[in-house]
């Protein structure tokens, strides 16, 4: 069995892609329906996310694996982190007792407290901002003062920290706003991964760091988002795999997704508030690729195109679906908003 090359100090999250998910979409095809099989593939790649850099040993402890099923519910709501649990006890945690990784499935038996998140109401094709309502979000993040009440308050964190963390956010979500970068991979950007010629600034994706394992090269579109970027690296280490948005307190380490997604929850509240938009209060940071999928849909730019920028292709993820070739077309398709000069 594949799992007998695999041991406890193993990462978990290549155990799950490289193991556990050709298992599910290889192997049981003739045992599971299609349909199973790709919600199975598709929880699976959840688990492998909120299990990003622990070992094998570490992430079967039944507080790290609730931990884990919390963070799917937030993000992704709490059926799904149900349904999660029970895959990735049946064909991760057995399989690993079964190879003799494990000793014992902390799940088995074991209820877990989920937060309750409907994430019901996204549909098929998820809720978008409209187009007024976009441009209104990224003007307001581009003038929204990052500092905070400099009064002492409960917590480990000086107000310098705060505002760091609330910049972070901010940013982040401008370039996700541009761009329709998950958050996952927002946070694993390096500088590497940057290229700009002055003109069009590109973020790449890679395999490695897709959700979905599927590389892109991503434009930024907005050219004011560009220049937040520009004077973030301006700030940053010149080493290649310097981060370009790591931890607030810890410019070396990747933003734990915990506190991102609490930081950016307060945000989007924030927003909601400030600009009425209460959809803000609903969602994720996933609405801005549902509506940066509208919108280019509206401009025209073919499904096939768009599927592949947002990382939706069905075919091989062992290339890019997009060079800078093909974004720089598709940047004069969908660039040119309000405040750029139209």
Known sequence: ARTGSWKPSSKMSDYVIQDALPYVTEELKGEL????????????????????????????Q????????????????????????KVVSGYVI??????????????????????DVNKGHKGAGGRGLSYSDHMRAVDYLLDLDPSVDPAPRQGRYSPEQRAARRLLAIEVTLVQASCGLRISEARLLRRKHVRDDGRLMTLEVTNEDSKTHRGRVCPVTDGRVADRVRAR???ISDDPEALVFPAPTAPDKVWDASNASKTIRRLYDKMAVDLEIPLLKQVSSHVWRTTLNTEWRDRG?????????FGHSTETNLQYYTDHVDVTGLAAMVSGHPGDGD
Do not use: C, M, W
Not at 66 to 85: P, V, W, Y
Not at 301 to 309: G, S
């Open 33 to 60: 329906r299609p349909r199973s099989i790709k919600r199975y593939a598709l929880v699976l790649k959840h688990y492998a996310e909120a299990a990003k850099g622990f070992r094998i040993f570490d992430a079967a």
């Open 62 to 85: 039944s507080f790290n694996l609730e931990k884990a099923f919390r963070s799917i519910a937030r993000e992704h709501g709490t059926k799904t982190a149900k349904q999660a649990k």
């Open 233 to 235: 690296l301006s700030h």
């Open 301 to 309: 730019v073919l499904p096939e195109i768009r599927a592949a920028y």
């Open 94 to 115: 057995d399989r690993l007792v079964d190879g003799g990784v494990l000793q014992y499935n902390a799940l088995r038996g074991r209820e877990i407290k989920l937060p």
